[in-house]
């Protein structure tokens, strides 16, 4: 089955600090993957994708993300964190199965970025 | 673009009683998809559709959930009667393909059931 998972329910990180905040898959097949963003009382804002080519991919907000195939990760990451990054970061793949096109979404990771 | 607009932003009714929950997609968009954020579940898929026709209801916990979609521009989702494990807040997302570039979400309806 496909599944995502985010290990940390959060990451505390000093501003001007590097962030990571990780995501692990399994799937079968290519993975399609996902980074979004929640901020305070909104809906889920798309940060960025891998589908294909480079590993190294890169987004809105001065986000990137690393997708590692032998290691089935997909983390995010900033090279210098903002007290304004802090908010909800949901990692999702695509599931192909069933014929259907639908995203599984992980639990969440909060980030709280310290001034 | 507005962006996906659904109404109302909060809705706190009483047991029992029928919520309506409503969604306007971004234009042109031919996949709608309803979702459910609870902090014990996460964010669950519940239904969604290709061209106003329902394509995967797999995620409707009960038939006390109805969703549809009358035309390109407005779908909604039922919930008669309602309990207070509905309590949750509910996200309309609308895409152009099958997601390969991301969805757009709306701002979310925060259901509060007493």
């Known amino acids: 089955a496909q599944s995502v998972a985010q290990p940390e329910d959060q990451v505390n990180v000093a501003e001007g600090n590097p962030l990571t905040v990780k995501c692990t898959y399994s799937v079968s097949g290519n993975p399609y993957l996902f980074w979004y963003v929640q901020y305070p009382n909104r809906g889920l804002q798309f940060l960025l994708k891998?589908?294909?080519?480079?590993?190294l991919v890169k987004g809105s907000y001065g986000f990137e993300a690393e997708f590692n195939k032998s290691q089935t990760s997909f983390h995010l990451k900033k090279p210098s964190a903002l007290v304004s990054d802090s908010a909800l970061y949901f990692c999702?793949?695509?599931?192909?199965?069933?014929?259907?096109?639908?995203?599984?979404f992980g639990t969440g990771t909060r980030l709280k970025v310290l001034a | 673009d507005a962006g996906v607009i659904q109404s109302p932003r909060h809705e706190v009714t009483e047991m029992g009683q029928e919520v309506t929950l409503r969604c306007k997609p971004i234009?042109?968009?031919?996949?709608l998809f309803w979702y459910r954020q609870t902090m014990m579940r996460g964010l669950e898929l519940l239904i969604y559709f290709n061209n106003n026709v329902p394509i995967d209801d797999s995620g409707m916990p009960e038939d006390r959930f109805s969703a549809k979609m009358p035309n390109a521009s407005f779908s909604t989702l039922k919930i008669q009667p309602s309990e207070p494990r509905d309590s949750a807040v509910y996200f309309c997302a609308s895409s152009p393909d099958r997601g390969a570039y991301g969805y757009t979400f709306g701002s979310g309806t925060r259901l509060t059931v007493v």
């Open positions: 891998y589908i294909t080519g480079d590993n």
């Open positions: 234009s042109g968009h031919d996949y």
């Open positions: 999702a793949v695509r599931d192909f199965t069933s014929g259907t096109y639908k995203y599984i």
